[in-house]
């Protein structure tokens, strides 16, 4: 079989695996309440994958997507109501240094019951079984490069991929010694049960699929995970809901009305939907750089991308540059730009060009002499106009990451062969070289 012919044999086993698992989840969402009165179908897309569309309606600006009842939504007001859930874990070993994000307890609450779904007895079946069916087995974010590939990434994602390891690292161990054993079969969630690589799995299980909800409309029966939970509740999964993939070209409005979480059109690139076009939702005004570390995809042209730098590309760029290497730039300007945060939000865009805080740090290390702070000060917090005359040392900076990111790329495809997660990446890259060449010749031309 050739592989052309495996790839469609493997999407349609794909397929009709979905086929019944959505099935299923139809099922269940219409015993809560859900009418779907807009007729949505999920459907399988070349470019996107899983999707959904209308086989019968089309769509207009304030029209709205989808009413599904919020007894649908894993909210915390589900964890709350759970008391088999909330019995899993140890209420005296709560500690207010020791808490989790609300995100790494609904990841705790997949991992309880697929291990229910999965549990041999049946009086301790899932609820949820039918969502679960419908998740992903895998995902294409930085974080699921194999180790090889992680070494071909640019210091941005690298960066990017460590802190969440680190952070999904921590809550697991905090995890790991507040939970109970199952009653079902004894073994201790901590230990035995619930690994690592699952709970990455669950972690970004919910990364990648929850919506943003106010918890404050919601009714809790309790306060039972108050004292483990830092930050905020605002995020649910909402099941079948989380199928509609992500368009920069569409803007929506999303809240509970009254018994229902909505979701409703505000703006489309054209007038109207058809019949069995690809519905899109947003997840919010995102660059490149956060689709594809926090969700595992990113978009062409995204009309919300930008492309930022780092003081460290700078001094990089200075030991590479035979111009610029020869010359001597004082530490005490590094170490105010660092100090009075300047080397945040430097970036480039395509229509906007060089941001404000880029052209003042390319100012204060190329155009000028000075290096005491009160000087630096009057200079960084002084007359814009001054810092117009950067474009040299900017074409510098954006030729020398081209470059770098061509290098990268080269590394990527020296490899035998990628995971999913590595491919996605390395057309990032080629994505990120595209926007580049075109700001080169947008704004940098002469």
């Known amino acids: 079989m050739g592989r052309t012919q495996r790839r469609r044999h493997q999407r349609a086993k794909k397929s009709d695996e979905d086929s019944g698992s959505l099935h299923d989840l139809y099922v269940h969402l219409h015993t809560i309440g859900w009418q779907n009165h807009t007729h949505l179908s999920a459907q399988y897309y070349e470019q996107t994958g899983r999707g959904l569309c209308s086989k019968q309606d089309s769509f207009s600006p304030e029209d709205e997507l989808i009413r599904l009842p919020v007894a649908c939504l894993i909210s915390i007001a589900t964890l709350e109501s759970d008391g088999p859930f909330k019995s899993v874990f140890n209420e005296e070993l709560f500690d207010k240094d020791s808490r989790i994000s609300f995100q790494a307890l609904i990841a705790c609450y997949i991992l309880y019951h697929k291990h229910l779904q999965e549990c041999s007895l049946g009086t301790h079946s899932s609820t949820y079984a039918a969502y679960l069916d419908t998740l992903p087995r895998c995902y294409s974010t930085p974080y699921f490069c194999s180790i090889p590939e992680l070494q071909c990434l640019p210091e941005s994602l690298l960066e990017r991929t460590v802190a969440q390891n680190r952070q999904i690292r921590g809550y697991f161990e905090i995890i790991k010694n507040i939970v109970h054993n199952c009653d079902c079969c004894g073994k201790s969630y901590g230990q035995e049960i619930w690994t690592l690589a699952d709970f990455k799995w669950a972690y970004f299980s919910v990364n990648t699929r929850s919506v943003h909800l ?233």
């Open 214 to 446: 106010s918890s404050r409309f919601l009714k809790k029966q309790s306060n039972y995970f108050q004292p483990l939970i830092s930050g905020d509740t605002n995020l649910a999964l909402a099941p079948f809901l989380d199928l509609f993939n992500h368009s920069d070209q569409v803007d929506i409005t999303a809240g509970i009305e009254g018994p229902d979480y909505v979701l409703t059109l505000k703006s489309l690139p054209f007038s109207k939907t058809k019949p069995y076009d690809q519905l899109f939702i947003s997840y919010g005004a995102l660059p490149n750089f956060k689709l594809l570390t926090e969700y595992g995809f990113w978009l062409r042209e995204n009309k919300h991308d930008y492309f930022e730098v780092s003081l460290l590309d700078i001094e990089h760029m200075i030991k590479h540059n035979k111009e610029l290497s020869t010359q001597t730039f004082h530490r005490n300007i590094f170490k105010f730009i660092r100090e009075h945060n300047l080397n945040d939000q430097m970036f480039v865009h395509i229509d906007d060009g060089c941001s404000h805080n880029l052209r003042v740090v390319l100012h204060l290390i190329f155009k000028q002499q000075a290096y005491f702070p009160n000087i630096l000060n009057q200079i960084a917090f002084g007359d814009a106009e001054q810092f117009q005359d950067v474009q040299p040392e900017l074409s510098y900076l954006v030729e020398y990451k081209i470059k770098e990111y061509e290098i990268f790329g080269g590394e990527l495809d020296k490899l035998p062969k990628l995971t999913e997660s590595g491919a996605v990446a390395r057309s990032y890259l080629q994505e990120c070289i595209r926007y580049l060449v075109d700001f080169q010749s947008v704004h940098l031309a002469a």
